[in-house]
Nanobody, 123 residues
Framework: QVQLVESGGGSVQAGGSLRLSCALS????????MGWFRQVPGKEREGVAA???????SYADSVKGRFTISQDNAKNTLYLQMNSLKPEDTGMYYC?????????????????WGQGTQVTVSS
């Protein structure tokens, strides 16, 4: 079992920055893919960024060049640095863990999800 707890969401103006964190606890597999997803009410959840256990990183086209995903294995923490935020980045952001798979944000099929942290970007 894996538990994920997100933090770092908030309200910012367009052009601002936020850093999300996801603390992982439990029995993490040595091979995995971790990522960030976001969802707006009435829309499907979309993948934002992912990193796997061999260090491969992928991003949704909408956030390339603005968001950076990273992980600190010593702290069992996943991060998402979000810069140049836009109102369309508003949503609930979820951390996700896909054990025993390497991969891309477009093909992740997570088994574990955090509870989410809200990001609101005003114009």
């Amino acid at each position: 079992q894996v538990q994920l707890v997100e933090s770092g969401g908030g309200s910012v103006q367009a052009g601002g920055s936020l850093r999300l964190s996801c603390a992982l606890s439990g029995d993490r597999s040595s091979i995995y893919c971790m990522g960030w997803f976001r969802q707006v009410p009435g829309k499907e959840r979309e993948g934002v960024a992912a990193i796997d256990s061999v260090g491969s990183i992928s991003y949704a086209d909408s956030v390339k060049g603005r968001f950076t995903i990273s992980q600190d294995n010593a702290k069992n923490t996943l991060y998402l640095q979000m810069n140049s935020l836009k109102p369309e980045d508003t949503g609930m952001y979820y951390c996700a863990f896909d054990p025993w798979h390497l991969g891309h944000i477009a093909t992740m099929t997570p088994d574990y999800w955090g509870q989410g942290t809200q990001v609101t970007v005003s114009s």
